[in-house]
């Protein structure tokens, strides 16, 4: 089943951002020689990857430069002298750290990743980042092997337990950068929250809250432009706002005849996306059944779109059955790649959205009481 300034900020907080500064970057690892090297990687903000490397003597090696930021970079153990790829490289022969002013030590055995980082105030800080953040993605990485190669757990096992994760990871996110207002790494922090676009408001909201001048730094203007991107395309990409059209498709139904949104102009719609083994989605549809029994005979039709695989339409017709959905359910059976959540955008379930006789969107994600209240209105 996806990474994304300049001077001393503990030390000197007037100094500009752009200002240069020299690094030198030694350890030790194993007891490698040549033609074993250690390669350090790095990419300054607009510009290409800069690959270096130093060769091993008996496992030390030794790197000195001038970069225009701190700037976060990755250490790579390379054993021979055969050509690899970076993108392949196993994690015991990574080691991420920060390069800053002055020197920086890498204390460690044989296994690179398992070194430690001795720096300044901003390698500290990514230190601890990373202590909070990856015995998160460690666990994430687990759930997927268990699902997709050792076969243990199912996918509705699998995303539970990723869901769970998820949220872990965002919480750490979230108190990493409110608690490291004035540090450097929470600019990386916030380029790895984002990848998720459900965090693009609260990312603005952490964004706000950094030190000004740390708001200044090349940076952080290039967060703010990836932030703005992604909310622009996020705000394109779903045309489903609270008085739009709904956009129409079409998709089979349990029987495999195709049903048409359009099909239901003249009637109130609740469009509603869920899957049979979505929890949440579950615990909702006695709400739905609920409305559909007060309010079908006065005009109000329900599209249950499911999020369900081709490997789970059983488990879908039979999730209809139990939960007793007597309405119109539909589903093109490509889970995620669903073509009409594709339409709307949806990135999470339940999702719904309700709307008028004439096709416009009036409300959005009504859930319990809103929902039934919201109905009561309109039918009464």
């Not at 496992?59 to 050509?83: C, R």
């Not at 720096?119 to 230190?127: C, L, Q, S, V, Y």
């Not at 003249?266 to 869920?274: A, H, P, Q, R, S």
């Not at 309405?327 to 073509?339: F, Q, T």
Request: glycine share 6%; charged share 20%; hydrophobic share 40%.
């Amino acid at each position: 089943m996806k990474i994304k300034i300049l001077f001393f900020l503990c030390l000197f907080p007037a100094l500009a951002f752009s200002q240069a500064f020299k690094f030198t970057l030694k350890g030790k690892v194993g007891t490698y020689s040549a033609p074993a090297q250690i390669l350090l990687t790095y990419t300054m903000p607009g510009e290409k990857m800069v690959v270096d490397s130093s060769s091993l003597i008996n496992g030390h090696f030794k790197f000195s430069g001038n970069v225009d930021m701190p700037i976060n970079a990755m250490l790579v153990l390379k054993k021979s002298s055969e050509k690899i790829i970076l993108s392949k490289v196993s994690e015991e022969n990574l080691l991420q750290l920060y390069l800053e002013p002055g020197t920086i030590n890498i204390v460690g055995d044989s296994s690179l990743s398992a070194s430690k980082v001795n720096g300044g105030k901003i390698n500290h800080d990514f230190t601890n980042y990373l202590g909070g953040i990856t015995p998160i993605t460690d666990n994430i990485k687990q759930v997927l092997k268990s699902f997709s190669i050792d076969r243990k757990i199912s996918g509705e096992q699998a995303t539970q337990k990723i869901d769970s994760l998820m949220l872990q990871y965002d919480s750490a996110h979230q108190k990493f950068i409110a608690s490291h207002l004035n540090s450097v790494v929470s600019i990386y922090a916030l380029e790895s929250y984002i990848a998720n676009d459900k965090n693009l408001a609260q990312a603005s909201n952490l964004f706000n809250k950094l030190n000004v001048q740390l708001q200044k730094g090349d940076r952080a203007i290039n967060f703010q432009k990836s932030l703005l991107k992604k909310q622009n395309a996020q705000n394109s990409i779903k045309p489903t706002h609270i008085g739009a059209f709904a956009p129409n498709f079409e998709q089979p139904d349990v029987s495999g005849n195709i049903i048409s949104l359009s099909q239901f102009r003249g009637k109130y719609v609740l469009l509603d996306f869920w899957a049979s083994w979505c929890k949440p989605c579950r615990a909702e549809n006695p709400n739905l059944v609920d409305g559909y029994k007060r309010f079908k005979d006065k005009g109000l039709e329900i599209v249950s779109v499911s999020l369900d695989g081709h490997a789970q339409k059983k488990a879908w017709i039979n999730a209809i059955k139990a939960d007793g959905l007597s309405w119109i359910n539909i589903s093109d059976l490509k889970a995620w790649e669903n073509s009409a959540a594709q339409i709307y955008g949806v990135k999470a379930i339940p999702e719904n959205y309700l709307i008028d006789p004439q096709g416009k969107i009036i409300a959005k994600n009504l859930r319990g009481e809103d929902l039934l209240s919201t109905l009561t209105k309109i039918f009464n």
